[in-house]
């Protein structure tokens, strides 16, 4: 990390969903909660609480040069809406696995 940017990955214990046009994608009980200096704390799900099967892989990537490349999927009407690294840097390696959605809610 360079100086003045830190990322930390805990277990967290809140109930996170995720709805997009009255359709659950994801519902999980055990999110990791990544929070990065100067973004908005990010809640990754495990792979086996998306429903994927709603999910369309697209050919946008990116590169964090904190976490890594990530590789996302779309919704109809939602381009990009989800991201994942597949094979993240050492410091963040818990996402591994992980989805995460720019709009969460926690119940």
Same mark, same amino acid.
């Given at each position: 990390?360079?100086?003045?940017?830190?990322?930390?990955?805990?277990?967290?214990?809140?109930? /996170?969903? /995720?709805?997009?046009?009255?359709?659950?994608?994801?519902?999980?009980?055990?999110? =990791?909660?990544?929070?990065?200096?100067?973004?908005?704390?990010?809640?990754? =799900?495990?792979?086996?609480?998306?429903?994927?099967?709603? =999910?369309?892989?697209? &050919?946008?990537?990116?590169?964090?040069?904190?976490?890594?490349?990530?590789?996302?999927?779309?919704?109809?009407?939602?381009? &990009?809406? *989800?991201?994942?690294?597949? &094979?993240?840097?050492?410091? *963040?390696?818990?996402?591994? &696995?992980?989805?995460?959605?720019?709009?969460?809610?926690? /119940?």
């Amino acid at each position: 990390m360079t100086s003045g940017h830190t990322i930390t990955v805990e277990q967290g214990s809140e109930r /996170v969903r /995720v709805v997009h046009d009255g359709q659950v994608l994801a519902e999980s009980s055990r999110p =990791l909660v990544l929070r990065e200096t100067g973004c908005p704390v990010r809640y990754y =799900l495990p792979r086996e609480d998306v429903r994927t099967d709603l =999910l369309a892989p697209s &050919d946008t990537t990116t590169y964090c040069p904190f976490k890594g490349t990530a590789s996302y999927w779309s919704v109809p009407g939602a381009a &990009d809406l *989800v991201w994942s690294y597949p &094979d993240p840097k050492p410091e *963040v390696a818990a996402v591994k &696995d992980h989805l995460c959605f720019y709009a969460t809610e926690t /119940v």
